[in-house]
């Protein structure tokens, strides 16, 4: 379909709850520039074939509300620090309650130093996934142009 050309910017699409229209310019092998209109219906397109209209929604967030926790520890346990200070006071807590060996320090020292350092990375961890969801809520609910391409050999 050919459409002449409209009033005010030929590239300005309109937008309804169920269809995107906009005017593009194409360059064909028999001529110049033409214009061609190409309207979006939900589930079918004027170029021909089905236009499912997949989801435009980005997520970059690593977190959900009810995954933090876990995933958050996977992340730090797959740290070698993190896996070799929590063995560490393993072994210290096995020294001071058993007779295997002496145990000099008290587990406490490590288990609670390692735990704080934790809770900051943890924290740091949903300060970022936070400031993410916000830059995502961001960039989708900004308006887009549609560059749509026809198909070639449509007419």
């Given at each position: ?11 300005a ?5 169920d ?18 209109e ?24 690593k ?21 070799y ?28 130093q ?19 969801r ?22």
């Amino acid at each position: 379909m050919v459409a002449p050309p409209r009033g005010g910017s030929a590239m300005a699409p309109s937008f309804g709850a169920d269809r995107l229209s906009t005017v593009c310019p194409t360059s064909t092998t028999q001529g110049p520039l033409q214009e061609v209109e190409v309207t979006l219906e939900k589930g079918i397109s004027s170029l021909g074939g089905r236009a499912d209209w997949p989801s435009n929604r980005i997520s970059t967030t690593k977190y959900e509300w009810y995954s933090f926790l876990p995933k958050n520890l996977v992340e730090q346990l797959h740290k070698f620090s993190t896996v070799y200070f929590l063995s560490i006071s393993a072994l210290q807590y096995v020294g001071q309650f058993t007779d295997l060996f002496i145990g000099t320090i008290n587990y406490i020292t490590t288990l609670g130093q390692q735990v704080v350092l934790m809770v900051l990375s943890a924290s740091i961890s949903l300060r970022d996934d936070l400031q993410r969801r916000k830059a995502d809520r961001d960039v989708n609910g900004s308006r887009a142009e549609a560059r749509l391409r026809p198909r070639l050999g449509a007419a």
